[in-house]
């Protein structure tokens, strides 16, 4: 049974290209339990897979053209040549960037495309921190290797396909969670994921237990700016400190540097050493069920982010010691994702759930007097194909 999202794609297949896709793939955007800006220190990240999907479906042509439609985007097309540079689609269809940049880093893998036409639709919220841009990204490279037929590039390798495509084609200097946990997501888990070697440790997210993710209705302004400069100030601190990456230091040896940084870039890199070392202990507790300890971890990780890594707003803050107070001590809450606006996630048992949304619904508004989004989720498997 097709879900009504996989039937927009295949619908908007048949109306673009008159005839029957081959495969339709999808891959999930992700929410993050804990472990924030980790990433691209080489550390530990902690998210989940959720239910909200990019559905592709793809058939073969022979000339060396891609054709896409975006059914999201009132079906608009692109329409480009398969060659050793893909040319940029430009900020007039900045979706079409992502499955431009995904296509030319899977040809440069040596997958042996010789054209094929895309259908896109998707259900990730956009602009809220959920990852669909590397849900796009990672459905586009699943979507090639399942025409092929081919078993190669694997999850890991998918995701870190993906995340070229992120950072070379489209120009956004982001880690590897995002791709990672949309590669290799696991039904009813949260992923420990060591973003040095890419190994995974699944930890249960047992049916009692609620993910909740709720949208601050927050716009997310000068993200990617914040973002960079976050990525250069561990820079600076893991040079000081001697290490390649902020991973490799302790917080001994960040308190005896003390004299050698700026105020702020200790704190920079005090949130991502206490981060790791949090994301670690929230890997034992969800292992174990031990929901106060890990609502006191992502306490503590809300803190940290709000002040050594700010990349929290008042309204976020707010918003979180809302969620903390409902959920009580029997799970926690954090803001999730990138910063600057977006989404918080709650853990929670599930019999709960119904009441802490209905206390959040009540109690906050965004600084636009917008109410929130509440979502309870569930994990999901990463990417893969679908049956037709
Ligand atoms: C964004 C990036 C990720 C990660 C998070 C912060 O989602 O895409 O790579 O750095 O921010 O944890």
Not at 90 to 111: H, I, K
Not at 235 to 256: C, P, W
Not at 260 to 273: G, N, W
Request: aromatic letters at 4%; one cysteine or more; glycine letters at 10%.
């Amino acid at each position: 049974m097709s879900t009504p999202l996989q039937q927009r794609a295949l619908a908007s297949y048949f109306g673009a290209f008159d005839s029957a896709p081959q495969v339709l793939v999808q891959a999930p955007g992700r929410v993050n339990l804990i472990g924030e800006h980790t990433d691209y220190n080489d550390g530990f990240v902690l998210p989940c897979a959720i239910d909200f999907h990019t559905v592709i479906a793809i058939g073969p042509r022979t000339d060396g053209r891609v054709r896409v439609v975006a059914a999201d985007f009132g079906h608009a097309l692109d329409d480009f040549a398969l060659g050793d540079t893909i040319a940029h689609a430009g900020p007039r269809s900045a979706w079409a960037d992502y499955v431009r940049g995904a296509v030319q880093m899977g040809l440069r893998e040596g997958l042996p495309l010789r054209g094929a036409n895309l259908a896109i639709a998707g259900d990730v919220p956009q602009g809220a921190g959920l990852s669909s841009s590397a849900a796009l990204e990672v459905a586009v490279l699943q979507a090639l290797k399942s025409l092929l037929g081919t078993t190669a590039p694997a999850p890991a390798r998918m995701a870190q396909l993906a995340q070229a495509a992120e950072n070379d084609f489209v120009g956004c200097r982001c880690g590897i969670m995002d791709q990672m946990i949309s590669a290799c997501g696991q039904a009813g888990h949260a992923l420990l994921i060591d973003c040095r070697s890419l190994q995974t440790q699944a930890a249960p997210l047992p049916d009692d237990l609620a993910v909740m993710i709720v949208h601050s209705r927050v716009r997310r302004g000068l993200v990617d700016s914040a973002y960079n400069e976050r990525r250069r100030q561990c820079e600076q601190a893991a040079r000081v400190l001697g290490v390649s990456h902020l991973r490799d230091a302790t917080l001994a040896q960040l308190l005896a540097a003390h004299g050698q940084l700026d105020d702020t870039v200790f704190r920079r890199a005090r949130h991502i050493i206490t981060e790791n070392a949090r994301t670690l202990a929230a890997h034992q507790a969800l292992t174990r069920g031990d929901l106060p300890e890990m609502g006191r971890l992502m306490a503590a990780s809300h803190a940290s982010m709000r002040d050594d890594f700010e990349i929290t707003v008042p309204a976020i803050d707010a918003l979180v010691a809302l969620m903390q107070q409902a959920i009580g001590a029997d799970g926690g809450a954090r803001m999730t994702g990138g910063g600057f606006g977006g989404c918080c996630v709650g853990l929670l048992r599930e019999d709960q759930a119904e009441r802490v949304a209905a206390a959040i619904e009540s109690g906050y508004r965004s600084p636009d007097g917008e109410p929130p989004h509440v979502w309870i989720t569930r994990a999901v498997d990463g990417a893969g194909p679908l049956s037709l």
